[in-house]
Protein backbone atom coordinates (compact mmCIF):
# COMPACT_ATOMS: atom_id res chain seq x y z
CA UNK A 1 0.00 0.00 0.00
CA UNK A 2 1.37 3.28 -1.02
CA UNK A 3 0.15 7.15 -0.69
CA UNK A 4 -1.61 9.29 -3.15
CA UNK A 5 0.03 12.15 -4.60
CA UNK A 6 -2.98 13.62 -2.37
CA UNK A 7 -2.21 11.51 0.45
CA UNK A 8 1.53 12.50 0.79
CA UNK A 9 0.23 16.60 0.36
CA UNK A 10 -1.97 15.71 3.21
CA UNK A 11 0.29 14.02 5.46
CA UNK A 12 2.70 16.67 4.98
CA UNK A 13 0.20 19.45 5.89
CA UNK A 14 -0.82 17.60 8.80
CA UNK A 15 2.78 17.01 10.23
CA UNK A 16 3.16 20.66 10.18
CA UNK A 17 0.17 21.52 11.71
CA UNK A 18 0.74 18.70 14.75
CA UNK A 19 4.29 20.32 14.76
CA UNK A 20 2.80 24.37 14.80
CA UNK A 21 -0.16 22.90 17.73
CA UNK A 22 3.06 22.07 20.12
CA UNK A 23 5.40 24.77 19.19
CA UNK A 24 1.84 27.32 19.97
CA UNK A 25 1.60 25.09 23.49
CA UNK A 26 5.37 25.56 24.21
CA UNK A 27 5.08 29.41 23.60
CA UNK A 28 2.05 29.53 25.44
CA UNK A 29 3.75 27.95 28.69
CA UNK A 30 7.12 30.43 28.10
CA UNK A 31 4.20 33.07 28.53
CA UNK A 32 2.90 32.34 31.24
CA UNK A 33 5.94 31.90 33.14
CA UNK A 34 6.90 35.33 31.84
CA UNK A 35 9.50 33.53 29.65
CA UNK A 36 8.50 35.36 26.29
CA UNK A 37 6.57 38.43 25.58
CA UNK A 38 6.76 41.90 25.62
CA UNK A 39 7.63 44.58 27.77
CA UNK A 40 7.36 48.69 27.12
CA UNK A 41 9.80 50.69 29.54
CA UNK A 42 9.57 54.76 29.25
CA UNK A 43 12.89 55.48 30.20
CA UNK A 44 15.21 58.73 30.43
CA UNK A 45 17.70 59.06 26.97
CA UNK A 46 20.24 60.72 29.69
CA UNK A 47 20.27 57.17 32.01
CA UNK A 48 20.76 54.98 29.03
CA UNK A 49 24.28 54.05 29.49
CA UNK A 50 24.59 54.20 33.10
CA UNK A 51 21.50 52.52 34.30
CA UNK A 52 19.40 51.41 31.70
CA UNK A 53 21.67 49.37 29.75
CA UNK A 54 22.97 47.08 32.75
CA UNK A 55 20.02 46.65 33.95
CA UNK A 56 17.96 45.26 30.42
CA UNK A 57 21.45 43.31 30.03
CA UNK A 58 21.29 41.24 33.01
CA UNK A 59 17.37 41.16 32.43
CA UNK A 60 18.14 39.30 28.88
CA UNK A 61 20.57 37.25 30.19
CA UNK A 62 17.87 34.93 32.29
CA UNK A 63 14.65 36.11 29.90
CA UNK A 64 16.10 36.37 26.20
CA UNK A 65 13.01 35.59 24.59
CA UNK A 66 11.22 38.58 26.08
CA UNK A 67 11.15 41.53 23.43
CA UNK A 68 11.66 44.88 25.32
CA UNK A 69 11.02 48.56 23.75
CA UNK A 70 12.44 51.46 25.06
CA UNK A 71 10.50 55.16 24.68
CA UNK A 72 11.17 58.50 26.17
CA UNK A 73 7.86 60.28 27.46
CA UNK A 74 7.49 63.77 29.25
CA UNK A 75 6.96 62.86 33.05
CA UNK A 76 3.13 63.53 32.53
CA UNK A 77 2.44 61.52 29.11
CA UNK A 78 4.71 58.76 30.85
CA UNK A 79 2.04 58.71 33.65
CA UNK A 80 -0.70 59.21 31.40
CA UNK A 81 0.88 56.22 29.08
CA UNK A 82 1.09 53.94 32.70
CA UNK A 83 -2.41 54.50 33.64
CA UNK A 84 -3.75 53.45 30.27
CA UNK A 85 -1.47 50.60 29.97
CA UNK A 86 0.43 51.73 26.73
CA UNK A 87 3.70 51.35 28.86
CA UNK A 88 4.49 48.37 31.86
CA UNK A 89 7.06 50.48 33.30
CA UNK A 90 8.43 53.95 33.87
CA UNK A 91 11.53 55.23 35.75
CA UNK A 92 10.92 58.18 37.66
CA UNK A 93 13.50 60.06 39.73
CA UNK A 94 12.09 59.75 43.44
CA UNK A 95 10.17 62.55 44.81
CA UNK A 96 8.59 63.22 41.32
CA UNK A 97 6.48 59.15 42.14
CA UNK A 98 2.95 60.23 40.49
CA UNK A 99 0.50 60.30 43.64
CA UNK A 100 -2.04 57.84 42.65
CA UNK A 101 -2.80 54.13 44.25
CA UNK A 102 -3.46 52.70 41.10
CA UNK A 103 0.48 52.64 40.99
CA UNK A 104 3.24 50.62 43.03
CA UNK A 105 7.10 51.17 43.22
CA UNK A 106 10.83 50.31 43.83
CA UNK A 107 13.80 51.03 44.23
CA UNK A 108 15.87 50.69 41.35
CA UNK A 109 19.71 53.00 41.58
CA UNK A 110 20.99 55.31 43.92
CA UNK A 111 24.29 57.89 43.85
CA UNK A 112 25.95 60.88 44.98
CA UNK A 113 25.04 64.17 43.87
CA UNK A 114 28.48 65.48 42.55
CA UNK A 115 29.89 69.48 41.57
CA UNK A 116 31.24 69.78 37.82
CA UNK A 117 33.76 72.38 38.18
CA UNK A 118 35.23 74.14 34.99
CA UNK A 119 38.83 73.62 34.17
CA UNK A 120 41.45 75.31 36.55
CA UNK A 121 39.03 75.98 39.35
CA UNK A 122 40.29 76.88 42.87
CA UNK A 123 38.31 73.93 43.69
CA UNK A 124 38.94 71.44 41.22
CA UNK A 125 42.09 70.29 42.76
CA UNK A 126 43.38 66.21 41.74
CA UNK A 127 44.63 66.19 44.85
CA UNK A 128 41.33 66.49 46.51
CA UNK A 129 39.68 63.99 43.42
CA UNK A 130 38.70 61.69 46.54
CA UNK A 131 37.44 64.22 49.20
CA UNK A 132 33.92 65.04 49.49
CA UNK A 133 33.14 68.83 48.60
CA UNK A 134 30.65 70.86 51.23
CA UNK A 135 28.03 72.62 49.23
CA UNK A 136 28.75 76.04 51.05
CA UNK A 137 31.96 75.64 49.09
CA UNK A 138 30.32 76.62 46.00
CA UNK A 139 28.62 80.12 47.51
CA UNK A 140 29.10 83.04 44.78
CA UNK A 141 29.29 80.38 41.52
CA UNK A 142 26.58 80.54 39.02
CA UNK A 143 24.89 77.39 38.99
CA UNK A 144 23.76 75.39 35.46
CA UNK A 145 20.63 73.83 35.70
CA UNK A 146 18.50 72.13 33.03
CA UNK A 147 15.26 74.39 32.35
CA UNK A 148 12.58 73.88 34.66
CA UNK A 149 9.91 73.26 31.94
CA UNK A 150 11.91 70.13 30.90
CA UNK A 151 13.25 68.88 34.63
CA UNK A 152 11.20 70.66 36.72
CA UNK A 153 12.12 67.91 39.67
CA UNK A 154 15.58 68.44 39.26
CA UNK A 155 15.52 71.78 39.47
CA UNK A 156 13.62 70.79 42.75
CA UNK A 157 16.35 68.57 44.27
CA UNK A 158 18.79 71.23 43.59
CA UNK A 159 17.01 73.94 45.47
CA UNK A 160 15.72 71.51 48.05
CA UNK A 161 19.68 70.45 48.37
CA UNK A 162 20.66 74.05 48.96
CA UNK A 163 17.87 74.50 51.46
CA UNK A 164 19.39 71.62 53.24
CA UNK A 165 22.76 73.29 53.84
CA UNK A 166 21.38 77.08 53.96
CA UNK A 167 23.15 77.85 50.69
CA UNK A 168 21.85 80.10 48.36
CA UNK A 169 23.90 79.90 45.15
CA UNK A 170 24.28 83.29 43.20
CA UNK A 171 22.43 82.63 40.19
CA UNK A 172 20.86 79.81 38.84
CA UNK A 173 21.39 79.85 35.01
CA UNK A 174 19.48 77.18 32.70
CA UNK A 175 21.18 75.30 30.33
CA UNK A 176 18.90 72.57 27.70
CA UNK A 177 20.23 69.26 27.80
CA UNK A 178 23.21 67.73 30.11
CA UNK A 179 26.07 67.46 27.54
CA UNK A 180 25.46 71.60 26.64
CA UNK A 181 25.50 71.86 30.52
CA UNK A 182 28.65 70.13 30.65
CA UNK A 183 30.28 71.75 27.62
CA UNK A 184 28.91 75.72 29.51
CA UNK A 185 30.85 74.65 32.41
CA UNK A 186 34.05 73.41 30.46
CA UNK A 187 34.03 76.95 29.30
CA UNK A 188 33.88 78.43 32.37
CA UNK A 189 30.28 79.41 32.69
CA UNK A 190 29.85 78.29 36.09
CA UNK A 191 29.40 75.01 37.77
CA UNK A 192 26.65 72.08 37.66
CA UNK A 193 25.35 69.89 40.49
CA UNK A 194 24.20 66.72 38.95
CA UNK A 195 23.63 63.17 39.52
CA UNK A 196 27.10 61.62 39.52
CA UNK A 197 25.31 58.66 36.59
CA UNK A 198 24.69 61.20 34.09
CA UNK A 199 28.01 63.19 34.28
CA UNK A 200 29.17 60.18 31.72
CA UNK A 201 32.50 60.77 30.67
CA UNK A 202 35.45 60.59 32.39
CA UNK A 203 36.02 64.47 34.12
CA UNK A 204 39.66 64.93 34.89
CA UNK A 205 40.59 64.70 37.82
CA UNK A 206 39.54 67.07 40.48
CA UNK A 207 36.72 68.85 38.40
CA UNK A 208 33.74 66.41 39.96
CA UNK A 209 33.49 66.33 43.51
CA UNK A 210 31.17 64.34 45.38
CA UNK A 211 28.92 66.28 48.08
CA UNK A 212 28.69 65.98 51.56
CA UNK A 213 25.59 65.46 53.37
CA UNK A 214 23.35 67.19 54.04
CA UNK A 215 22.52 67.08 50.18
CA UNK A 216 20.72 63.62 49.67
CA UNK A 217 21.75 61.05 46.68
CA UNK A 218 20.15 60.83 44.14
CA UNK A 219 17.68 58.12 43.42
CA UNK A 220 15.49 56.63 40.60
CA UNK A 221 12.42 54.46 41.30
CA UNK A 222 10.56 51.54 39.03
CA UNK A 223 7.31 52.23 38.65
CA UNK A 224 4.23 49.96 37.33
CA UNK A 225 0.48 50.09 37.25
CA UNK A 226 -0.90 47.34 39.30
CA UNK A 227 -4.07 46.92 37.26
CA UNK A 228 -2.07 45.60 34.61
CA UNK A 229 -0.92 42.02 35.81
CA UNK A 230 1.98 40.62 34.51
CA UNK A 231 4.16 37.29 35.14
CA UNK A 232 7.04 39.21 32.53
CA UNK A 233 6.79 42.35 34.21
CA UNK A 234 6.97 40.59 37.96
CA UNK A 235 9.94 38.74 36.39
CA UNK A 236 12.05 42.30 35.17
CA UNK A 237 10.71 43.42 38.28
CA UNK A 238 12.90 41.06 40.56
CA UNK A 239 15.62 41.25 38.04
CA UNK A 240 15.64 44.77 38.86
CA UNK A 241 15.56 44.29 42.45
CA UNK A 242 19.21 42.25 42.19
CA UNK A 243 20.15 44.21 40.06
CA UNK A 244 19.70 47.73 42.74
CA UNK A 245 21.01 45.72 45.37
CA UNK A 246 24.45 45.39 43.60
CA UNK A 247 24.95 48.30 41.42
CA UNK A 248 23.83 50.82 43.54
CA UNK A 249 27.02 53.05 45.52
CA UNK A 250 24.41 54.79 47.86
CA UNK A 251 22.65 51.70 49.89
CA UNK A 252 19.34 51.72 48.86
CA UNK A 253 17.37 52.98 52.58
CA UNK A 254 15.76 50.77 54.28
CA UNK A 255 12.10 50.31 55.74
CA UNK A 256 12.46 51.94 59.36
CA UNK A 257 13.45 55.32 60.10
CA UNK A 258 17.36 55.91 60.43
CA UNK A 259 18.27 59.25 62.26
CA UNK A 260 21.95 59.88 61.63
CA UNK A 261 23.17 63.01 64.00
CA UNK A 262 26.86 63.89 63.97
CA UNK A 263 27.66 65.00 67.60
CA UNK A 264 25.27 64.67 70.41
CA UNK A 265 22.36 61.66 70.71
CA UNK A 266 18.89 62.84 71.52
CA UNK A 267 15.57 61.21 71.38
CA UNK A 268 13.29 62.60 70.13
CA UNK A 269 9.41 61.74 67.88
CA UNK A 270 9.00 62.76 64.61
CA UNK A 271 5.96 64.39 63.24
CA UNK A 272 4.20 62.89 60.13
CA UNK A 273 4.37 64.71 56.72
CA UNK A 274 1.24 64.55 54.75
CA UNK A 275 2.30 61.58 52.23
CA UNK A 276 2.72 59.63 55.77
CA UNK A 277 6.40 59.29 56.17
CA UNK A 278 8.11 60.52 58.95
CA UNK A 279 9.46 64.26 58.65
CA UNK A 280 8.97 67.45 59.57
CA UNK A 281 10.56 69.16 62.80
CA UNK A 282 12.13 67.40 65.92
CA UNK A 283 11.31 69.52 69.27
CA UNK A 284 14.79 68.85 71.16
CA UNK A 285 15.17 72.41 73.00
CA UNK A 286 18.14 73.87 72.39
CA UNK A 287 20.06 73.38 70.36
CA UNK A 288 17.83 73.18 67.82
CA UNK A 289 17.27 70.42 65.39
CA UNK A 290 15.33 70.24 61.76
CA UNK A 291 14.67 68.58 58.59
CA UNK A 292 15.32 70.21 55.81
CA UNK A 293 15.13 67.58 53.76
CA UNK A 294 13.44 64.12 53.49
CA UNK A 295 14.22 60.62 51.22
CA UNK A 296 11.42 58.27 51.54
CA UNK A 297 12.71 55.84 54.33
CA UNK A 298 15.93 58.04 55.87
CA UNK A 299 16.00 61.47 57.80
CA UNK A 300 18.96 63.61 57.58
CA UNK A 301 19.07 65.75 60.81
CA UNK A 302 20.58 69.00 59.73
CA UNK A 303 22.16 70.23 63.72
CA UNK A 304 22.02 74.19 63.76
CA UNK A 305 23.03 76.07 66.72
CA UNK A 306 21.68 79.30 67.76
Not at 46 to 73: K, T
Request: aromatic share 6%; with cysteine; glycine share 8%.
Amino acid sequence: MALTDAGRSFLTDARRLLAAGAEAREHAREAAHGHRGRLILANVAALSRGVVSPLLQAFRAQYPRVEIFLVELEPADRTAALREGRIHLGIYPEGCLPQDPQFESQPLYACPMVAVLPPGHPLADPAQARAELVIHALAGETVLVPPAEVSRGYLERVERACAAADFTPAALHPVGGVPNLLGMVEAGYGVAILPEVLVGAPVPAGQMRRLRAPVPPFRLRLIWSLTVPSQTLENFRAVAETFASQVNEVPVPPAEISVGISTEQFVGTPSRTHSGHSGGIFDFGRPSFSVPFLTEHSIIVHLTRP
